[in-house]
Structures are given as structure tokens and as C-alpha cells.
């Protein structure tokens, strides 16, 4: 009987749930309402329930689940295998793995939903092959992954890799966070759409920012100019900080494709000094990356 690794992605809407096998293939996926608003213990009681459905699955197609995987956004201790904090889904200081373990009988692991995606794309997507890689999620927020050598690394309290609150305009846009000109307020989907419909008079997505754009709107050019620069920026202090061999570009906004790569690779090689150029690189693994990455943390457990 073959093992398989049972894999949730625990987003702020929605869940992406998996059995995966050792080798990274998803063999069965779900998906499921997160239900935020029902509030954490809720939430805490349906991934349970959906953790032991899929391990119920596997056994009844032949498969055998080896351990269990669940990623998480927010601040994660991962060595304890909590979620300590958490905006979007509540969670304050629940002990997910243990809980899991528990209602499952098999060796689980948590991870965080970023540091999960970074880990899967590391080891089997745009930064395979390379001993460090840093993965920047770039969509409603902005965060970051530094994966050395297959590991994510957490900081003392789970909580590195928080990039998108890096200010790079003192003064700028508020962010949530209760600061100015971070990052995320600056350069995420939601700042690049902020800053069109100040900009324009009229609202529109961040995608439709970059057709705009590609199309010859010259509103839409300036703003994205903007956001290439700010990102640049941003990246930048990443890279003097991680030293990293490639960036991994995901989230929504990577879907732009070379309309942000191309422009992106050039700005951060006009402001880099001493610093190594990395090698900048779209994700491949698309939405499904935290799911994988939360079987790959699942496998070093099983
Ligand atoms: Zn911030």
C-alpha cells in the first residue's frame, strides 16, 4: 500500500485541501470555505473534520496516510506547532498540530501558508536546485519566504520573513499594520488598484491595471512604472539582507507575467551595488504551492 501525505492550506476565505504523494503529486484535491466569521474555534473543528476526511479517503482508495500537513497564515510557531495569531482567521495561540495529530493517530506537522509555498517552490518549482531561495508572495498582502537548503526559516517567533512591512516610502499610503509607506500598502494588488483609482477617478484590479498599461493607458503606465520601482526597492533590502540565489515572484500580481519580471530585473539590477544578483523567476506551482508545501512539512515528520 502506498503512503500519501494528507495537506491543508489554510487561507482567510478559502482552504485548499489535498492528499499528496511523497514525491509532491497532488492525488486527490478539495476545496472548502474557511468560514472566518464563524470564528477560530470553527474554523479549528472544520479543518479537523476535513483532515480526517481525506485521511478516511486515502485509506478507502488503497492509500495509506502517513502524516498530516496544515499551512496557516499569520504568526506560526512552528516548533510548537502553533498558530499564534492570526487576522484574518482568529486563531490565537491554538496548538493545530497536536490537535491534529490527536484526531488523526499519525505525525502531523504546521506551517505557515507563505513559508509553506516558498518551501514547495524551492524544492520542486522555479527554485529547485538552488540552496537559497527567496519566495515573495505578492497579492492582497505582501510577504516573503527565505528557504535555506530545503528549511524555511521562521525567526525567533515565527514571524520572519514579513517584507511587505518593510517601509520603503516613509510617510506613504497607510498600511495595516498602523504604519506608512510599507511595502504591502505601496506595491500589493490592492496598492496598485488604490493607487490607479486615485490616480484615474475610476476603480480597477491590478490586473486591469497592467492590461491598461500593456493597452497604452498612460495612467495605468505610470502607476505600474510606480510599482516596479517600489518593488524594487523593496527587494533590494531583501537581497542585501538574504543574500539569495533566486527570487521566486508568486501570487496574484506575478500573474503579470514578464510585464513585471522584465521591468522588475532591470530596476533591481540599477540599484544593486555590491550586493549578487539573483536570479529573478516566476512560481510555477500556482495556488496549489502552500498546499504542497504543507505536505512536504508533513514528510519531514512522517
Ligand atoms: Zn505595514
Not at 15 to 31: F, Q
Not at 82 to 94: K, M, P, Q
Not at 196 to 214: F, I, R, S
Request: hydrophobic share 50%.
Amino acid at each position: 500500500m502506498s503512503g500519501v501525505l494528507v495537506a491543508l492550506d489554510v487561507g482567510g476565505t478559502g482552504m485548499k485541501c489535498a492528499l499528496v504523494s511523497p514525491s509532491g503529486e497532488i492525488v486527490h484535491a478539495e476545496r472548502h470555505p474557511t468560514g472566518a466569521d464563524r470564528g477560530p474555534e470553527a474554523v479549528t473543528a472544520a479543518i479537523l473534520d476535513i483532515a480526517e476526511g481525506l485521511a478516511g479517503k486515502a485509506r478507502a482508495e488503497g492509500l495509506r496516510p502517513v502524516a498530516a500537513g496544515v499551512a496557516v497564515p499569520g504568526v506560526v510557531d512552528e516548533d510548537r506547532g502553533v498558530a499564534v495569531w492570526s487576522s484574518n482567521v482568529g486563531f490565537r495561540d491554538v496548538p493545530l498540530r497536536d490537535l491534529v495529530a490527536a484526531r488523526l493517530n499519525l505525525p502531523a506537522a504546521l506551517g505557515h501558508d507563505v513559508r509553506a509555498g516558498g518551501l514547495a517552490e524551492a524544492r520542486l518549482g522555479a527554485g529547485r536546485g538552488a540552496a537559497h531561495v527567496l519566495f515573495v508572495a505578492i497579492g492582497t498582502g505582501i510577504a516573503a519566504a527565505h528557504i535555506v537548503a530545503g528549511r524555511g526559516f521562521t525567526g525567533a517567533h515565527g514571524a520572519a520573513g514579513e517584507i511587505g512591512h518593510v517601509v520603503v516610502r516613509p510617510g506613504g499610503a497607510p498600511c495595516g499594520c498602523g504604519a506608512r509607506g510599507c511595502l504591502e500598502a505601496e506595491a500589493s494588488a490592492a496598492g496598485v488598484a488604490r493607487r490607479y483609482a486615485a490616480l484615474a477617478g475610476t476603480p480597477a484590479t491590478a490586473a486591469e491595471v497592467v492590461a491598461k498599461a500593456a493597452a497604452g493607458d498612460q495612467l495605468a503606465q505610470q502607476v505600474w512604472r510606480q510599482t516596479i520601482e517600489v518593488l524594487a526597492d523593496g527587494l533590494l533590502t531583501a537581497q542585501a539582507l538574504c543574500d539569495a540565489e533566486v527570487i521566486v515572484l508568486g501570487g496574484g500580481l506575478a500573474e503579470a507575467g514578464d510585464a513585471l519580471l522584465d521591468p522588475l530585473r532591470t530596476a533591481l539590477r540599477d540599484r544593486l551595488t555590491f550586493h549578487r544578483e539573483p536570479v529573478l523567476a516566476r512560481a510555477t506551482l500556482g495556488d496549489e504551492a502552500g498546499c504542497v508545501g504543507a505536505a512536504l512539512l508533513a514528510l519531514d515528520v512522517a
